[in-house]
């Protein structure tokens, strides 16, 4: 995910000469640069760049087409990616919809574990009832259980337990797209060539 040109000026007074600033970021795995300088009656100081990694224990990543046809099915696909060194169990949950109806997969396991820096995806099949642009939303939780995953006992992190994902999925209309040229001879009334014109 790209994100634009973005910067943060803050101005802090401190005699200490050093500070903290609670900042608030995408939560999307991402690096930040900063950069910080300082003034004083001693002159001017510049710090080093530094780098600020953005991190989510585990987050969803949804696969859908930009566009389908009204009645057309497709496989709608949540894939679960887990950072974190120990396992998970999460549990992937679709939002309702009068929009579109989602029937389960085959499978039908929509919780599952999830080893450590590993990945699972879940699958539906959509089918559209509507035209226009449709907001499709799945979230994902990482839930406590008593199963052993692997034979090792499934964590819960203290931050960042849902991922929540919308896109949007533009429905057409069924048919073939057609396109009709039509073609007139137009003859001008009288004799000095001015009057209407006869597109009978």
């Known amino acids: ?43 001017f100081g510049l710090a080093a760049p530094a780098e600020l990694i953005v991190f989510q224990p585990f987050f969803l990543e949804l696969s859908l087409p930009y566009s389908i046809i009204r009645g057309e099915l497709f496989e709608l696909k949540a894939t679960v990616f887990n950072y974190l060194s120990k396992s998970i169990m999460v549990k992937v949950t679709p939002a309702p919809s009068s929009d579109y109806t989602l029937k389960p997969s085959s499978d039908g396991q929509y919780s599952s574990c999830l080893r450590a820096n590993g990945r699972k995806t879940f699958r539906w099949t959509l089918i559209p009832s509507v035209l226009g642009v449709l907001n499709v939303t799945v979230s994902a939780e990482a839930e406590a259980s008593q199963s052993l995953c692997d034979n090792e006992i499934v964590t819960v992190p203290d931050r960042g337990r849902i991922d ?35 597109t009978s």
């Not at 050093?18 to 930040?32: G, H, M, Y």
């Open 164 to 198: 929540t994902v919308t896109r949007t999925l533009l429905v057409k209309a069924e048919g073939t797209e057609r396109t009709e040229t039509h073609s007139w001879l137009l003859c001008p009334q009288g004799s000095d060539g001015r009057g209407g014109a006869n």
């Open 1 to 43: 995910m790209a994100f634009p040109n973005e910067a943060l000026l803050a101005f802090l007074h401190r005699e200490s000469g050093s500070a903290q600033l609670p900042v608030t970021v995408p939560d999307t795995i991402t690096t930040w640069e900063t950069e910080a300088f300082c003034l004083s009656s001693k002159g």
